[in-house]
């Protein structure tokens, strides 16, 4: 009994921990899981540059990065049936642990078929695996949200600051290109108060040539 009160005990102050770290939170209807707090860019407008949360969360700066277990705890503890959309979006970028994302979605979709996925990307998961990432969006995600931010390398180095440097747009176009081959609605997004009205319409151009839509958002501050 009391050897079951200690494991108790424990896994209750590691659920606390992982709480406290934020896993889970909420926008707009949304149930939104945060994996990780890395990401091969350094984008000028990102929310992380002004604060530590978003949409009035607490901080999203993780002590580490949670498990698949700990991240499907906090997912249960939320009633994932209450949201309309679950969505992969971090305080990082969450294609970094695509093989920990999948898994989690796909348990997800086994307890709640009913529930939306979405997974907000920078794009660059080939560059990250080194090899065609595409089929691995294929039946767990609903959509898939790709940050464009530029028309060209250039201008997308000079906002994003990839790793990856030139490499990183041509990549993302082809990432776009490649998912919706596996998954029904993919869009490309942009920062408004980045880009000129011409570059936007460059941009338009591109998702045009991609066959993948274009939402322009507003700069999150
Ligand atoms: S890709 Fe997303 S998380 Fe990464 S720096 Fe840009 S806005 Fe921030």
Redesign the pocket.
Known sequence: MTEYSEISEKSSEKREKVRAMTVTYVVDGGLYINVTNR?????D????NNGDGAYGSESLWLEREPTEEEILESVWSMNPEKFGEVVFC????PSVRLGVVRSVAERIKERYPEIKIRINT?GQSDLILGYDSAPLFKDVFDSVSI?LNAPTAERYQEI?HSIYGDKALESIINFAKNVKNYVQNVKFSLVRESLTAEEIKECYNISEECGVPLRIRDLIT
């Open positions: 990401c091969t860019n350094r984008c407008f990102c929310i992380r971090g305080y990082g970028e920078n940050s994003c």
